[in-house]
């Protein structure tokens, strides 16, 4: 069905952004506009506006579509990918079956040592949900260091990815060499790996960025094949005390600059935000954006509250996360335990992967997006009339409730209990409510 959708879209522009802004509903968007219960035109429209991106390479094949925007439901990206010492293209995989199982809306190939483009290649194969890359670092994989990077390289590297189907590129062109000697006088300098290799090589060759010099011919790449830009934060602060500091908003008046510039080309962006955020400072970050980037899609990392919690980088991302979409986030990347500690496992994914779907469920139901609490409602009802195995399934994590559910109570069959291990059945509350409405009802329809 995926090669049916693409036939219309030919040319040297194939973006959906170039047909929004044409007034043509695309098939995608009418898939997308389905999942998110509004109407084709209102996806069209919001795209056109550049309030919304739907991340879709026209050589991904077996690719669902699914729209980024903050007047949609707030989504959540899943980072997999190697290290230069860790992981395999069979770890990957599992990571990546993980992730879609508990409900990664895109994934982000992160790779950085071994056959970089296998293991994309691999993931691709079984991903039906949109998939980022960072270029720079399959580009450094081919060089011994930073100073060895050209513009060539990295475009080279940038085709390839988008003929292989790529749907977002992280792209960080708006890290300028002016701005590096203000990341200079931060607590914890530069945290992001794209910002730090491009500041070394900026400080070697005393050249500017070459993603920003060469914007334009990233752009003619992203038309041919409708490559979205992730447009990357390269100064996000990496601590509390480096938040919404010069250099980081520095960097955002840049990249509202090349989202205008990239729209221009009617290719398709969002913008990637921090990092480590007071909680208090975080809805600063969400109208900062709005106002210096035009309104394009905002995609936040956390952001994380608090630097004192290594282990447990998933809840301070959450608790960041639900204010971030709270006040218009259209994209969570999720954090998984192992946040500065080191790679995920399969395990961490699944850890980082619900804590951020709470986070972006619990936004999504704030906001009254159609239909965001039609689940919580089911399960309401399901606790109220003791069934269990209808709390499993709407549960975001069913083995585990599941499980602590089951080892709580020693009967043989424990979904049948009308009551929980917590209270028992002489102190369970909606038990006690049953039997009070049962004595009441009588009452109440024979005043």
Same mark, same amino acid.
């Given at each position: 069905?995926?090669?049916?959708?693409?036939?219309?879209?030919? @040319?040297?522009? #194939?973006?959906?952004?170039?047909?929004?802004?044409?007034?043509?509903?695309?098939?995608?968007?009418?898939?997308?506009?389905?999942?998110? @219960? #509004?109407?084709?035109?209102?996806?069209?429209?919001?795209?056109?506006?550049?309030?919304? /991106?739907?991340?879709?390479?026209?050589?991904?094949?077996?690719?669902?579509?699914?729209?980024?925007?903050?007047?949609?439901?707030?989504? #959540?990206?899943?980072?997999?990918?190697?290290?230069?010492?860790?992981?395999? /293209?069979?770890?990957?995989?599992?990571?990546?079956?993980?992730? &879609?199982?508990? @409900?990664?809306?895109?994934?982000?190939?992160?790779?950085?040592? @071994?056959?970089?483009?296998?293991?994309?290649?691999?993931? &691709?194969?079984?991903?039906?949900?949109?998939?980022?890359? !960072?270029?720079?670092?399959?580009?450094?994989?081919?060089?011994?260091?930073?100073?060895?990077?050209?513009?060539?390289?990295?475009?080279? =590297?940038?085709?390839?990815?988008?003929?292989?189907?790529?749907?977002?590129?992280?792209?960080?062109?708006?890290?300028?060499?002016?701005?590096?000697?203000?990341?200079?006088?931060?607590?914890?300098?530069?945290?992001?790996?794209?910002?730090?290799?491009? %500041?070394?090589?900026?400080? %070697?060759?005393? $050249?500017?960025?070459?993603?920003?010099?060469?914007?334009?011919?990233?752009?003619?790449? *992203? $038309?041919?094949?409708?490559?979205?830009?992730?447009?990357?934060?390269?100064?996000?602060?990496?601590?509390?005390?480096?938040?919404?500091?010069?250099? $980081?908003?520095?960097?955002?008046?840049?990249?509202?600059?090349?989202?205008?510039?990239?729209?221009?080309?009617?290719?398709?962006?969002? =913008?990637?935000?921090?990092?480590? !955020?007071? +909680?208090?400072?975080?809805?600063?970050?969400?109208?900062?954006?709005?106002?210096?980037?035009?309104?394009?899609?905002?995609?936040?990392?956390?952001?994380?509250?608090?630097?004192?919690?290594?282990?447990?980088?998933?809840?301070?991302?959450? /608790?960041?996360?639900?204010?971030?979409?709270?006040?218009?986030?259209?994209?969570?990347?999720?954090?998984?335990?192992?946040?500065?500690?080191?790679?995920?496992?399969?395990?961490?994914?699944?850890?980082?992967?619900?804590?951020?779907? /709470?986070?972006?469920? %619990?936004?999504?139901?704030?906001?009254?997006?159609?239909?965001?609490?039609?689940?919580?409602?089911?399960?309401?009802?399901?606790? *109220?009339?003791?069934?269990?195995? $209808?709390? *499993?399934?709407?549960?975001?994590?069913?083995?585990?409730?599941?499980?602590?559910?089951?080892?709580?109570?020693?009967? %043989?069959?424990?979904?049948?209990?009308? +009551?929980?291990?917590?209270?028992?059945?002489?102190?369970?509350?909606?038990?006690?409510?049953?039997? =009070?409405?049962?004595?009441?009802?009588?009452? #109440?329809?024979?005043?």
């Amino acid at each position: 069905m995926r090669e049916e959708w693409v036939k219309g879209r030919t @040319g040297a522009n #194939v973006t959906q952004r170039h047909y929004a802004r044409a007034g043509t509903i695309t098939e995608e968007m009418r898939y997308a506009a389905a999942q998110e @219960g #509004v109407c084709p035109e209102f996806v069209r429209a919001e795209i056109a506006r550049g309030r919304a /991106i739907l991340p879709a390479n026209i050589r991904h094949t077996n690719l669902r579509p699914m729209l980024i925007g903050t007047n949609f439901r707030c989504k #959540v990206n899943a980072n997999l990918g190697n290290s230069t010492t860790t992981s395999d /293209i069979a770890a990957e995989q599992e990571k990546l079956a993980v992730a &879609l199982r508990y @409900g990664a809306d895109t994934v982000m190939d992160l790779s950085t040592g @071994g056959d970089v483009r296998a293991i994309r290649e691999a993931i &691709l194969a079984h991903c039906p949900v949109p998939l980022g890359t !960072v270029p720079l670092y399959e580009a450094m994989a081919r060089v011994e260091s930073p100073e060895e990077l050209t513009p060539a390289l990295l475009l080279e =590297v940038i085709e390839a990815q988008a003929r292989q189907g790529v749907d977002y590129m992280t792209i960080h062109a708006g890290l300028l060499r002016e701005y590096v000697p203000l990341a200079c006088r931060r607590l914890t300098g530069i945290v992001s790996r794209g910002g730090a290799i491009l %500041a070394r090589w900026m400080a %070697a060759h005393q $050249q500017q960025n070459p993603f920003y010099t060469h914007f334009d011919a990233i752009c003619e790449i *992203f $038309q041919a094949y409708d490559v979205s830009f992730s447009l990357g934060d390269g100064l996000r602060p990496g601590c509390l005390a480096d938040a919404n500091d010069e250099a $980081q908003f520095a960097e955002l008046r840049t990249l509202g600059e090349l989202t205008a510039r990239a729209w221009e080309h009617d290719v398709q962006v969002m =913008v990637e935000g921090p990092g480590h !955020v007071p +909680f208090h400072l975080i809805a600063e970050n969400l109208r900062q954006e709005k106002e210096l980037c035009f309104e394009a899609p905002f995609y936040v990392l956390g952001p994380v509250v608090t630097d004192i919690a290594p282990g447990y980088d998933h809840i301070t991302s959450a /608790i960041g996360g639900t204010m971030a979409a709270y006040h218009g986030a259209a994209m969570l990347c999720y954090v998984t335990p192992k946040e500065h500690l080191g790679l995920p496992d399969a395990d961490d994914v699944r850890e980082g992967i619900i804590a951020h779907k /709470i986070a972006a469920h %619990a936004a999504d139901v704030a906001r009254g997006r159609p239909g965001a609490r039609d689940r919580d409602d089911q399960m309401a009802r399901a606790r *109220f009339h003791f069934d269990w195995r $209808q709390q *499993f399934a709407l549960a975001l994590d069913p083995e585990t409730a599941q499980a602590r559910r089951d080892a709580s109570l020693p009967e %043989a069959d424990p979904h049948d209990a009308r +009551f929980c291990s917590m209270c028992g059945p002489q102190f369970c509350a909606m038990r006690l409510s049953h039997e =009070v409405r049962a004595l009441t009802e009588p009452e #109440v329809s024979n005043p």
